[in-house]
């Protein structure tokens, strides 16, 4: 069965340290992977999103993630977090390719992540 | 250039009762899925509309159906409602041009509390 899992619910950092939270992956075939953030009581934004080519890959508000195949991770990092980047975060993996699979993405339970200033 | 919107944002029903849930998507999209978060979780894939036809389902029962309108807006609607379909439903938009590598938009979504 294809899952995600974020073993951390929740992350404390403080502003201006680098931060990561982690995500790792079981599918078959290649993934698409896919970070989104959520602020309290609001829909889901999206940050970055892996598909092929370069395993680092940039995102908003100066998020970054890096993937690495053989450890099936996709973890999420930035280099100077900011009190403002408190939110829940959300990786997801495309399950099937498809042309009719653009719809369904599968979740894993989130990390909060806490920057105390 | 507005982006998924939903209503309503916030409603109370109590168990046996049904509810209908509004998404119009993100203008040019022509895709529409449904998700379901309850408190503390990660969002969970009910359905998918494409051209106004089902074309994918989660694991959910038939209580919950939907509909895609000729203008691409759709409807969600739970029948029979039981407290543990309390959660926020959240609507996503996306592009089937866009093919399995675009990203799903979402909207605020709407929270259903079942009493």
């Known amino acids: 069965a294809q899952s995600v899992a974020q073993p951390e619910d929740q992350v404390n950092v403080a502003e201006g340290n680098p931060l990561t939270v982690k995500c790792t992956y079981s599918?078959?075939?290649?993934?698409?992977l896919f970070w989104y953030v959520q602020y309290p009581n609001r829909g889901l934004q999206f940050l970055l999103k892996?598909?092929?080519?370069?395993?680092l890959v940039k995102g908003s508000y100066g998020f970054e993630a890096e993937f690495n195949k053989s450890q099936t991770s996709f973890h999420l990092k930035k280099p100077s977090a900011l009190v403002s980047d408190s939110a829940l975060y959300f990786c997801?993996?495309?399950?099937?390719?498809?042309?009719?699979?653009?719809?369904?993405?599968?979740f894993g339970q989130g990390t909060t992540l806490q920057v105390k200033p | 250039d507005a982006g998924v919107t939903q209503s309503p944002t916030h409603l109370i029903k109590t168990r046996g009762q049904q509810v209908t849930l509004r998404c119009s998507p993100k203008?040019?999209?022509?895709?529409v899925s449904w998700y379901q978060q309850a408190l503390g979780q990660g969002p969970q894939f009910i359905f998918q509309y494409y051209e106004e036809e089902e074309r994918q389902r989660g694991n959910f029962p038939d209580r919950f159906s939907g509909h895609q309108f000729p203008n691409y807006s759709s409807e969600l609607n739970v029948n029979a409602l039981l407290l543990g379909d309390s959660a926020l439903y959240l609507c996503?938009?996306?592009?089937?041009?866009?093919?399995?590598?675009?990203?799903?938009?979402f909207g605020e979504g709407s929270r259903l509390t079942v009493l």
């Open positions: 203008s040019g999209h022509d895709t």
């Open positions: 892996y598909i092929t080519g370069d395993n």
């Open positions: 599918v078959s075939g290649n993934p698409y």
């Open positions: 997801a993996v495309r399950p099937i390719h498809g042309s009719s699979n653009t719809g369904k993405l599968i």
């Open positions: 996503a938009s996306s592009f089937a041009r866009s093919g399995d590598t675009g990203e799903l938009f």
